[in-house]
């Protein structure tokens, strides 16, 4: 084991516990995507004086860019002497509202028992702070080595990530030649590596009727009942369907190891907002439904929207007057890294090395920006590996553990050594 370059993230302990502290006092909330421009200048600032060359660069024109909420995303790029493989580590500088229930304050960077506390400290500022910590040390102890260590904080991760990395991958910076490997460190667990996430279909169903006085509903006819035929046919033939359908990916929880779908949500008939609470007595003329499915490495999206729309059909065929319509909202691709590719063995090594075991690999139920790496940047030797615990994202009193980030440091500092100076795996 390489002695070194693990005294190195040790002697950086210190360096790493503030630089997480201040990243969290960066109250980067998304939506509305506070506080963005400052956050992606101080970790610019930080690199510049270790001699990276760093860009900041605004997804213009994207969903929620405006010159109040810019969407500013800082890229930094070290080329050493010799040229070589490039190593990216990506994270989103993005955090969701701090919420209620909180016994500390959100954006204080407070640190106590061993940990960081705040909104983001594990999702995923602690990631970010572990992955600079990682490439500092390694640079040090490696002044020559070959290639090019790159480091990023995008925005707007939270909300879909159209102003973050799916806006600087159109712009080919998560393309070959100019990357080869990137590691993403979402919060994991420092143990597992996260091969890639599930596909997920989101559309619009509506059914139409006809309005009517609510006193003589004969009259009209009722989109909230057609909907309600709809729901019984999911519950009855479509659910059990998707219970069966098993995957091969290793999610987790494995309560995600199958197809799901949620409804999102459900609105049908006129305005309560005009008497609270009272809506006007009418027979509903429309209906809208949002469903979230999620579906898996062995079905195609053809198929998951075929299962749908045959259901709508038969029961345009067999119920009185049903008429609908169906719009897609959002289409993402499952994907799965090989358990071969470079950067899964190199980081499985750092896993080995530090924690004398295997790496549990597994697959996100939701997914995260590798998508955009994978279908705009057609670079597929990705993954999510990072410290902290996914079940402590988005909730109060988020926290990420210092022993956890020193951890994943020496790990993500292994993978480097394996990818760029190829020492043996
Ligand atoms: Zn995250």
Redesign the pocket.
Known sequence: MNEQLLRAIEGRRDDLVALTADLIRFPTVNPPGEAYTPCAEFIAARLRRRRFETRLIRGEDTPGDNDRYPRTNVVARFDGRVPGRTVHFNS?IDVVEAGEGWTVDPFGGLVRDGRVWGRGAC??KGGLAASIIAAEAFMDVYPDFPGAIEISGTVD?ESGGFGGVAYLAGQGFFSKPRVDHVVIP?PLNKDRICLGHRGVWWAEIETRGAIAHGSMPFLGDSAIRHMGAVLSAFEEELYPALDRKRTQMPVVPEGARRSTMNINSIHGGQTEDFFPGLPAPNVADSCRLVIDRRFLLEESLDTVKQEVVSILDRLKRERPKFDYAIRDLMEVLPTMTDRDAPVVEAVAHGIRAIFGREPDYVISPGT?DQKHIARIGHLHDCIAYGPGILDL?HRPDEWVGIDDMIESAKVMAIGLDVLLRGAAA
């Open positions: 989103h999702d995923m991760e979402e995260y994202a």
